[in-house]
C-alpha cells in the first residue's frame, strides 16, 4: 500500500505551533478522531504508550517521532503528520531518558499487527532519507508534503524493479 495510501490531506499539518508533546498528542489525536479514524481512547493510549515506549529518532538534520498504540483504537488506518513550527522534547527511542527536539511527527493509526509492521519499515525508510526529510520540513503546504512522500514511494519502487 504505502504511506501515501494512508495519507489524507485533513490530517497532515504544516506550521503546527503546540509547546509541548502533550498538547501535540492531543492535537493530532484530535483531528484523528473528530475525522473518524480512531475511537474514543486513542489519545490517552497514544500518551501512555509514548511514556512507556517513546518514539522520538535522531535523524542527521532533523529529528522525528512515531507516536502510535494499540489496534484496539482504531477504526481505519492512517498516517496523521505535523510538522512543527518550533521543535519540541521527545524522549528517545533508544535512549528513553534522554529527550531530543523533535520537529517532524507522523502519528500512527494501524488497525492490524502486519501493517503496522510494514508501515513502521516504510517510514524507516523515508527518515533514513535525508534529503527527502529535508524536502518534508522545507514543504510550504499539505499537498506538497505528499507529493513528496509519492515521489520517494516511486523512486524505491524504481530502484526495487529497475
Known amino acids: 500500500m504505502g504511506i501515501s495510501g494512508l495519507l489524507d490531506e485533513n490530517l497532515i499539518f504544516v506550521d503546527v505551533a503546540c509547546e509541548s508533546k502533550e498538547s501535540l ?3 493530532m489525536g484530535k483531528k484523528l478522531f473528530v475525522n473518524k479514524y480512531v475511537k474514543e481512547g486513542y489519545i490517552e493510549g497514544v500518551k501512555e504508550r509514548e511514556r512507556a515506549f517513546p ?3 535522531s535523524l542527521q538534520d532533523t529529528n522525528c517521532a512515531i507516536p502510535h498504540t494499540e489496534m484496539e ?3 481505519k488506518p492512517c498516517v496523521c503528520i505535523a510538522k512543527l513550527q518550533k521543535p519540541i522534547p521527545f524522549n528517545k527511542m533508544d535512549n528513553p531518558l534522554e529527550e531530543i527536539l523533535v520537529q517532524l511527527v507522523f502519528m500512527l493509526a494501524v488497525d492490524d499487527g502486519h501493517k503496522q509492521v510494514k508501515v513502521l519499515q516504510e517510514l524507516a525508510q523515508l527518515l533514513q532519507s535525508t534529503e527527502t526529510v529535508n524536502k518534508l ?3 510550504p503546504n499539505t499537498s506538497r508534503l505528499v507529493e513528496i512522500v509519492k515521489e520517494f514511494e516511486n523512486s524505491r519502487k524504481e530502484e526495487e524493479y529497475g
Do not use: E, N, Y
Request: proline letters at 0%; a negative charge.
Open 25 to 27: 498528542l492531543d492535537f
Open 55 to 57: 518514539t522520538g529518532l
Open 137 to 139: 520540513i522545507q514543504s
Open 73 to 75: 483504537f482504531v477504526i
